[in-house]
């Protein structure tokens, strides 16, 4: 419930005291009064008061006293001065001593309540200021603390940052930053990234990320950053301003130098037992050919059987090593690429050649597409066979029950494409996006009894990255998968 208004009214005589009273009670305010100074200060203590009316001579104590001591204790409160015409440079005074107006007896109804108007509007809007300007202290305080917290966490983080502003200069950078770039001393701030970090690939993620329109989905740009030894990963994001526009970028670093050590130990293990293992496996197989091509005596149709279903173990597992071997090569960089014009209609007619027993075999009827002016792409002729042998058994292979699997070549532009398309089992939409990681097989109870290692799509995109190609796939379920190979010209 709001609290009415009180207006105070100081005269001795009581007179003007139930004149005012008259005047101000139909206005809706609360009057209450007193017969001089000092019971108005009395009053003053005992209950709040907005505005008072004080005459400017009293006995025991004047409104010059009341300013003093009223203007002290209640600064908000504004005194008006009643006033006789012959006092009137006496009211001036006490108006240069505080008090907020005054009014000359006798006083017209509309003046008086005129001037307690003013006053109470007064007393409002100087409330409201201070109210104001309380918040907004509080709010420089706020920010002025949450920009000391935010600025001990970016120091105290063990991932380096660096801050740009829209035009790429930097702003800010954390100790970590600096240990990690071998950057001592000072550093100009804003000052040009190159003196930061010089990297072309970074300076133009920086450069595109400032470049970002103001609508549309933030994006977060993340590479591998390699300093010496040191390997880096760093995540780029623009930072957008209230208006929406791009106010600059924040690049996070994380050191995975310990992880791409611990990979490049594991791959060496790897390819050391894979190595160990393929020569013995191969022997094997060669024995057991020489057993089964009966050289070493009569063979018995059940040893034949145990036989041929251990030869089929051995070549999964020959198969298992050698794709091993070859990711690993792949992942370490170390696969060597001859780049050469390539014509890919050649390449796809003699992949088709290779596998079309094993199409026929599999009642799969194979298609080839190829037109005849397929421009040839840069690519090694070796690592092409591996992609499309890969992509093109794979789809004889989930084809269990028949089918048809077309390998069509198409021109765009800069681009040549090959299309894999087979009427096969098809994948499910969640496994797609899993099923070129390494040693990833869907489990599909149609795929039960297919042999296969997991790895096969992992090559695959490893070589047609390497080449800066992409390879992407469209399936349904139980009608067939298109795999889409896109390699540059
Ligand atoms: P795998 O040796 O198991 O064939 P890949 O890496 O070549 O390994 O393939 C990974 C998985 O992707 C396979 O296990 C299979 O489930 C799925 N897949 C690959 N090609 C096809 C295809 N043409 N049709 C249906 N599923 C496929």
């Not at 191969?282 to 057993?291: D, Y």
């Not at 190829?370 to 992609?387: G, K, N, Q, T, Y």
Request: charged residues 25%.
């Amino acid at each position: 419930m709001e609290e009415q208004t009180t207006i105070l009214v100081v005269d001795d005589e009581k007179v003007i005291r139930d004149g005012c009273t008259l005047l101000l009670q139909p206005e809706g305010y609360r009057v209450v009064t007193a017969a001089n100074g000092r019971e108005a200060l009395d009053l003053m203590r005992d209950q709040p008061v907005n505005v008072v009316l004080c005459d400017l001579k009293m006995p025991v104590m004047g409104a010059l006293e009341v300013l003093k001591e009223a203007g002290a204790l209640y600064p908000e409160v504004p005194i008006i001065i009643i006033t006789g015409h012959g006092t009137v440079a006496d009211a001036v005074e006490c108006m240069k001593q505080g008090a907020y107006d005054f009014v000359t007896k006798p006083f017209r109804v509309d003046h008086l309540t005129l001037a307690v108007k003013r006053a109470l509007e007064k007393q409002h809007l100087e409330r409201q200021t201070r109210r104001l300007q309380e918040e907004q202290a509080k709010n420089l305080y706020t920010l002025a603390m949450e920009q000391s917290r935010l600025l001990t966490i970016v120091n105290c983080m063990a991932d380096g940052v660096l801050v740009t502003n829209r035009v790429g200069e930097v702003v800010l950078c954390n100790p970590t930053f600096k240990q990690l770039m071998g950057l001592s001393g000072s550093l100009p701030q804003p000052g040009p990234l190159e003196a930061y970090l010089g990297e072309e690939s970074f300076l133009k993620t920086i450069e595109e990320l400032c470049a970002t329109a103001e609508t549309g989905p933030a994006k977060c740009l993340s590479q591998e950053l390699c300093r010496g030894r040191v390997h880096l990963r760093a995540m780029s994001a623009p930072v957008f301003g209230p208006d929406e526009k791009v106010l600059g970028t924040v690049t996070v670093f994380h050191d995975v130098t310990a992880f791409k050590e611990l990979d490049a130990m594991k791959n060496d293990f790897v390819n050391m037992v894979s190595h160990e293992l393929r020569s013995p496996m191969t022997a094997i197989k060669l024995q057991h050919e020489v057993i089964l091509d009966g050289l070493a005596g009569e063979v018995t149709q059940k040893q034949r059987e145990l036989l041929s279903r251990a030869q089929a173990k051995i070549q999964g597992l020959l198969e298992l090593i050698n794709e091993s071997l070859d990711i690993a090569k792949i992942e370490a960089g170390h696969r060597h690429l001859e780049l050469v014009p390539l014509q890919l209609g050649e390449v796809l007619r003699e992949v088709a050649q290779l596998l079309e027993a094993k199409a026929a075999d599999q009642k799969v009827v194979l298609r080839l597409a190829v037109p005849p002016d397929l421009p040839p792409v840069r690519a090694d002729r070796r690592s092409m066979e591996e992609v499309f042998v890969n992509l093109v058994s794979n789809a004889i292979n989930y084809s269990p029950g028949g089918g048809e699997v077309t390998i069509a070549g198409l021109s765009h532009g800069d681009y040549a494409e090959v299309r894999i398309s087979d009427t096969g089992i098809g994948i499910e939409p969640e496994e797609i996006p899993k099923i070129f990681d390494k040693f990833y097989r869907v489990k599909n109870p149609k795929a039960r009894q297919i042999i296969g290692t997991g790895l096969g799509l992992a090559i695959v995109k490893g070589i047609v990255e390497a080449h800066r190609g992409t390879v992407e796939v469209e399936s349904r379920l139980g009608e067939g998968s298109t795999f889409r190979v896109l390699l540059p010209r």
